[in-house]
Nanobody
Framework: QVQLVESGGGLVQAGGSLRLSCAAS????????ISWFRQAPGKEREFVAG????????NYAHSVKGRFTISRDNAKNTVYLQMNSLKPEDTAVYYC??????????????????WGQGTQVTVSS
């Protein structure tokens, strides 16, 4: 059974920073691509960033490119999302998700098989 647990969310002022963590159980964590998604109230879940199993490739939504950085530490079974220059429109519940392959890091939610419970990020203006 795979479990993904997000942490690091909170309340921050516009322009501030947060670092989210996604901790995964399972010995094969390093074999899978991981992505971050977010969902704001009344909106569909949207792709934020993804990283391949090796960390060699990353992908970002246009809205966060240059402000967010995804990384992973396979020794710790953890993926991180460093979020800088936060804006009120970044307010959402952030989820990490596992892709049952090693290389897909795109926005199609059906490609992901396990999801965390989410962590709330609120950016005040």
């Amino acid at each position: 059974q795979v479990q993904l647990v997000e942490s690091g969310g909170g309340l921050v002022q516009a322009g501030g920073s947060l670092r989210l963590s996604c901790a995964a159980s399972g010995r094969t964590f390093s074999s899978y691509a991981i992505s971050w998604f977010r969902q704001a109230p009344g909106k569909e879940r949207e792709f934020v960033a993804g990283i391949t199993w090796s960390g060699g490739s990353t992908n970002y939504a246009h809205s966060v490119k240059g402000r967010f950085t995804i990384s992973r530490d396979n020794a710790k079974n953890t993926v991180y999302l460093q979020m800088n220059s936060l804006k009120p429109e970044d307010t959402a519940v952030y989820y990490c998700a596992r892709q049952p392959g090693s290389d897909y890091i795109g926005p199609l939610t059906l490609k992901y098989d396990y999801w965390g419970q989410g962590t709330q990020v609120t950016v005040s203006s």
